[in-house]
């Protein structure tokens, strides 16, 4: 079984960072596509950022793009979003995600089948 968790969101204000890290049973990144996406109160989840299993390709939402950074540490099955210059808007629950890699380029939560359970980020002005 899949497993995902999500660590490092807090609370920090406008313009600062924070990196938030998804342990991922097995080798699951390895043949998925892995994902972050973000949930605000009384929205649908909502793409931030992206990896393809081969790690070639990278997608990000248009409000993160030139802030916002995934990565992936293979060997130790982590995935990371590093967030740079965090704005108010930035706000909400962060999940990890692992879906299919032919759909990874749309950042559509309908394409990622096992999630983690969350990790909240705040970012005041």
């Known amino acids: 079984e899949v497993q995902l968790e999500e660590s490092g969101g807090g609370s920090v204000q406008a313009g600062e960072s924070l990196r938030l890290s998804c342990s991922v049973s097995?080798?699951?990144?390895?043949?998925?596509?892995m994902g972050w996406f973000i949930q605000r109160p009384g929205k649908q989840r909502e793409g931030v950022a992206v990896?393809?299993?081969?790690?070639?390709?990278?997608y990000y939402g248009e409000s993160v793009k030139g802030r916002f950074t995934i990565s992936q540490d293979y060997a130790s099955h982590m995935v990371y979003l590093q967030m740079n210059d965090l704005r108010p808007e930035d706000t909400g629950m962060y999940f990890c995600a692992a879906g299919r890699d032919d759909g990874c380029w749309r950042l559509w939560q309908g394409d990622f089948g096992f999630w983690g359970t969350g990790t909240h980020v705040s970012v005041s002005s």
């Open positions: 097995d080798r699951t990144s390895v043949n998925h596509c």
């Open positions: 990896m393809r299993s081969t790690g070639d390709k990278t």
